[in-house]
């Protein structure tokens, strides 16, 4: 099975379906103890740029329903969900489980495949991965290059849906030293790809950290813990 599957999900439509058809708040609220906000964008909130007028997709399954049957799915279709069987991030079999739930009640039949994450990570770089897949991304510093060439752009590996428009707008925010030629660029880029989803949005977690007080940690913004700086508080 390719990664855009049969085709269904070359249709912009279908993919806006799927953004107004898995419910977000709830996954939030009852699976992450709203530890987590809302993205609109394939950023988080603190990102440069982050374009804080787009709001994100609202939990709409008629709406889905009806992009769904304008695509000529009104059947809707049978569709492959991917999930490790661990990761990085909490719950991911609850979450797929979720929007395996949310998909099929606007009418697609899900197949929820749990994978182990080693294996995952193989489909992935072969694209042999399922259409849909439970995924993070983040990047060492708060800036849209790294994500948007990581994720977005066509000549990356793990790149699933793109566009040579797009990638022109990344170089060029790429090598221009102006941030507002460059906020600007992101906030076409953010605008575009929520019209023409290449991915489900869904949220930015809220990193939770439990020390002894006898540590001395400070978090990184690229949320890394690294040991060796550490220091114990004087006893």
Known sequence: ESPLGKGELKDPRVRQAINYGVNIDNIIKYLLADQAKRISTGLPPLSFAYDKALKPYPYDPEKAKSLLAAA????????TLEVPSSFILAKPNEIGQAMQADLQKIGLTVNLKVTELATMVTERSAKKIAPMYLWSWGSDFLDPEPTYRGILYTKSPYTFYGKAAWDKLIDD??????????QKIYLQLQRETFDDP????????????????QVQFTPRTDERVLVWQMQKNAS
């Open 173 to 182: 925010a790429a090598v221009s030293l102006d941030q507002t030629t460059r």
């Open 198 to 213: 290449p991915w489900l949005f869904m949220y930015a977690v809220e990193n939770i950290y439990g020390l002894n007080k």
């Open 72 to 79: 000529g799915f009104a059947k809707g279709f049978d569709l």
